[in-house]
T-cell receptor
Framework: RKEVEQDPGPFNVPEGATVAFNCTYS??????FFWYRQDCRKEPKLLMS???SGNEDGRFTAQLNRASQYISLLIRDSKLSDSATYLC????????????FGTGTRLKVLA | DGGITQSPKYLFRKEGQNVTLSCEQN?????MYWYRQDPGQGLRLIYY???????QKGDIAEGYSVSREKKESFPLTVTSAQKNPTAFYLC????????????FGSGTRLTVV
């Protein structure tokens, strides 16, 4: 089993739609989680951290489910500019300050 | 403005040559990292460093070398021993703490010709 797994997509959704991605992680000791956005041929950029209580930033909501070992990202009212690959990132809990990346979920928002 | 700078943006190398990719940060971050990304694949960790003059191998260190003589700098050398070096190389830095993510540089695209 991979340490961090994501559905590669692509998710093709119309503008204005709500879309959700899940990401599962294998190490139950993991404590820190993040979502990154990567545009084609660009570097990943931090979208949001994921806190135990869940957190929201505008149209984006991130949630953590420790019992089932997954994190989710919900995007409401999708915009064309949301088209990108969304990377799930889990910090290695062994104390080495390594971060483990999922392979990403590709989103295409269609006009 | 603080940030992390990678150079060059594009690099072409002949087979059998060593090349060095530059990574400099002025964020005062303790930790620095090198990742490789191949088309359609995730990021794979090459080397990382949490403190000056110390670094650890990541998952795919063979054929690569690094140094960390200054806090701000973490250059990566791609040696001729790396069998398939054509890829997108990303440098990142972070604060040493549980809730801090990475800041990435804009990357270097290396092509072997």
């Amino acid at each position: 089993r991979k340490e961090v797994e994501q559905d590669p997509g692509p998710f093709n959704v119309p503008e204005g739609a709500t879309v959700a991605f899940n990401c599962t992680y294998s190490n139950s000791a993991s404590q820190s989680f993040f979502w990154y956005r990567q545009d084609c041929r660009k570097e990943p950029k931090l979208l949001m951290s994921v806190y135990s209580s869940g957190n929201e930033d505008g149209r984006f909501t991130a949630q953590l489910n420790r019992a089932s070992q997954y994190i989710s990202l919900l995007i409401r009212d999708s915009k064309l500019s949301d088209s990108a690959t969304y990377l799930c990132v889990v910090k290695d809990p062994s104390g080495t300050y390594k971060y483990i990346f999922g392979t990403g979920t590709r989103l295409k928002v269609l006009a | 403005d603080g940030g992390i700078t990678q150079s060059p943006k594009y690099l072409f190398r002949k087979e059998g040559q060593n090349v060095t990719l530059s990574c400099e940060q002025n964020l005062n971050h303790d930790a620095m990292y090198w990742y490789r990304q191949d088309p359609g694949q995730g990021l794979r960790l090459i080397y990382y460093s949490q403190i000056v003059n110390d670094f650890q191998k990541g998952d795919i260190a063979e054929g690569y070398s690094v140094s960390r003589e200054k806090k701000e700098s973490f250059p990566l050398t791609v040696t001729s021993a790396q069998k398939n070096p054509t890829a997108f190389y990303l440098c990142a830095s972070s604060i040493l703490g549980p809730q801090h993510g990475y800041t990435f540089g804009s990357g270097t695209r290396l092509t072997v010709v």
